[in-house]
């Protein structure tokens, strides 16, 4: 499948919703989805990296819809989808892999540690639902399989260009902010695999103390809203949590208890909507977000102590709250 899907995590259910101006009363409500769970996962945790329009030099990995391809024939049931998808994603392995193109190019995805209900209901959607397609997937998907490859994508033929357009502006207010974090989550999630896959944990290490907060702040920019990541625990002091971002923070942590899903919080006033959702930690986070000389190397240690002097965000384990997107933006 690829060289990290997703990671990183996780969000496109109806958020919760509470009119208010007072953004100090935390606002949880399970509404009605009026999107199939599934598909909010699998954007949130999939899309990072198994992107519909990352051009051909900064792919990650083959799109979703080639992984359907390749996974279901004629004769695959449902649960035998479902069971292919939860073995790999356990533990990806070269001997369990089936898109032998895509291991070749991307190399093996890392093990990420989803849920297992998190894949299942991926898995679910993906089956009982049309997935979107890259401008360019039929044409490359018939040439393959007229050539009698379909192994997965090679080269990326027609990719480069290619873009699927959103208008933000003409979607709910929960939507929007969840491509805002979707969005620069890609951003962020791209460039920080490119650097773990070329220079490794260090390289990544350095990456995100000198253009976390620039590339954030630029998709800020582009959405014309106001992105933060902030922590209970944070590496830099920059990104500390208010009181009220710390209430959000324990919510998700108790759905986290409850082996649940969480659902995006909105607070809407007259004038702004705000937006909160919960980032998880997967295994690939641990490198520099787990235990010290367990999961963390005293090498990756040494350059964290000399970049963050006050750091607090070491200790996680797998699918735990490391703190949450804060977004806010215009009505």
């Not at 919760?16 to 989805?33: G, H, M, R």
């Not at 699998?42 to 359907?68: D, F, G, Q, V």
């Not at 998709?219 to 209970?232: E, F, G, L």
């Amino acid at each position: 499948m690829k060289n990290s899907i997703a990671v990183l995590l996780v969000l496109s259910l109806v958020f919760s919703c509470k009119d208010s101006q007072k953004t100090s009363s935390y606002a949880k409500k399970d509404v009605s989805s009026t999107k199939h769970k599934g598909k909010r996962l699998m954007e949130t945790s999939c899309y990072s990296c198994h992107s519909l329009n990352a051009p051909e030099e900064s792919r990650l990995a083959p799109p979703m819809i080639a992984i359907k391809r390749r996974y279901i024939s004629k004769n695959t049931s449902k649960q035998d989808f479902i069971n292919d998808m939860q073995s790999w994603m356990k533990n990806p392995t070269n001997e369990k892999a089936k898109m032998y193109g895509a291991v070749k190019r991307f190399g093996l995805m890392p093990k990420l540690g989803y849920p297992e209900e998190t894949i299942q209901l991926i898995a679910e959607y993906m089956f009982d639902n049309e997935l979107e397609k890259p401008e360019w997937f039929e044409k490359h998907y018939k040439e393959q399989h007229r050539n009698g490859m379909g192994n997965g994508i090679k080269n990326g033929k027609g990719m480069q260009g290619n873009r699927i357009k959103n208008d933000a502006m003409n979607v709910p207010y929960n939507e929007r902010g969840l491509k805002y974090a979707l969005s620069t989550k890609a951003v962020l999630g791209k460039n920080l695999i490119g650097k773990i896959q070329k220079e490794g944990t260090l390289g990544a290490l350095k990456f995100c103390n000198i253009k976390a907060y620039p590339l954030t702040d630029s998709m800020a920019i582009v959405n014309n809203a106001t992105i933060k990541r902030v922590s209970d625990k944070p590496r830099n002091p920059k990104n500390s949590a208010s009181e009220i971002e710390k209430g959000y923070i324990n919510i998700f942590k108790e759905d986290v208890k409850l082996n649940k899903e969480s659902d995006p919080v909105l607070v809407v006033s007259d004038k702004k909507v705000h937006f909160y959702y919960p980032i998880k930690t997967n295994r690939m986070c641990l490198q520099c977000h787990g235990t010290k000389n367990s999961d963390i190397k005293l090498s990756t240690i040494e350059e964290l102590e000399k970049l963050y002097p006050k750091d607090l965000a070491t200790g996680y384990h797998e699918n735990e709250v490391r703190g949450i997107w804060s977004i806010t933006f215009n009505k």
